[in-house]
């Protein structure tokens, strides 16, 4: 059974610090394009940031500059260092993976269960 397991959400004062952390475990034969996406209330789940096998990496406009995300493909974990965060960041933050669980079968989307990030003013 693989799983996404997130960690470092919480609460913090506007141009505050968090770092994000999710490992992909069980069964795995390769991990693919690993991402974090958020999810404001009210709001439709947006795509934050993403970063492939080889480093490649894309962000959304609104974090550019501010968050970087890496991975450690040997632990099967990505991570998002988010600074100078903004009120406007805060959001339900999931981890997402396109898993390969064997050599013969296609990879698929996987996805953690959410962190929370408060940002306060």
């Known amino acids: 059974q693989v799983q996404l397991v997130e960690s470092g959400g919480g609460l913090v004062q506007a141009g505050g610090s968090l770092r994000l952390s999710c490992t992909a475990s069980?069964?795995?034969?390769?991990?693919?394009?690993m991402g974090w996406y958020r999810q404001a209330p009210g709001k439709q789940r947006e795509l934050v940031a993403v970063i492939t096998r080889d480093r490649s990496t894309s962000y959304a406009d609104s974090v550019k500059g501010r968050f970087t995300i890496s991975r450690d493909n040997a632990k099967n974990t990505v991570n998002l260092q988010m600074n100078s965060l903004k009120p406007e960041d805060t959001a339900v933050y999931y981890c997402n993976a396109n898993i390969q669980v064997h050599a013969a079968l296609p990879p698929t989307d996987r996805w953690g269960q959410g962190t929370q990030v408060t940002v306060s003013s």
């Open positions: 069980g069964s795995i034969f390769r991990v693919n394009i």
